[in-house]
């Protein structure tokens, strides 16, 4: 194969898989969040209700948690020891965040079925954002697909 000019840097293939996992790891991170806010529930309650004195320098960490779990409510205490959740959306509107994410000027992308978990009004600002990203981000697309989507079959250019 010869290649007349090199491939940009921001150039990769998206697979339908690539969005998939995308979806996937943000559930898996929630769920991680989730178990750990209750580790957090609990750490509070004990801070909190703790019979302790402090006997000398060596446990003057678990003094500063339990003071510090004193003058919160159990609410703030989390929000400030643990980060929210990742903002979840619909599987469409995952996918469509992740080509947004994804997709940078002056890069070559191919598209492997980018209509999967799309609904048709998403495969539309889909089909706008490809369109605009090669007009005016100097971005090459190479799509593949087996959907006899309208949508994409219809793309100008």
Do not use: W
Not at 26 to 34: A, C, K, L
Not at 56 to 71: C, E, F, P, T, V
């Amino acid at each position: 194969m010869h290649i007349e000019e090199e491939i940009p840097e921001r150039s990769r293939i998206i697979t339908s898989d690539d969005v998939f996992d995308y979806m996937l790891n943000v559930r898996n991170i929630n769920e991680g969040i989730d178990a750990r806010r209750d580790e957090v529930f609990k750490a509070y309650l004990d801070a909190k209700y703790a019979q302790f004195q402090m006997k000398s320098l060596q446990h003057y960490d678990r003094l500063k948690q339990i003071n510090n779990a004193r003058r919160k409510t159990q609410s703030k205490f989390v929000r400030e020891n643990l980060m929210d959740n990742i903002r979840e959306f619909a599987n469409g509107e995952n996918a469509f965040k992740y080509f947004l994410e994804k997709i940078e000027e002056n890069g070559l992308y191919i598209l492997d079925e980018p209509e999967n978990s799309l609904l048709p009004k998403r495969q539309l600002e889909l089909v706008n954002f490809i369109e605009d990203a090669a007009r005016y981000l100097g971005c090459q697309f190479i799509i593949s697909t087996h959907s006899p989507s309208p949508f994409l079959l219809a793309m100008r250019g």
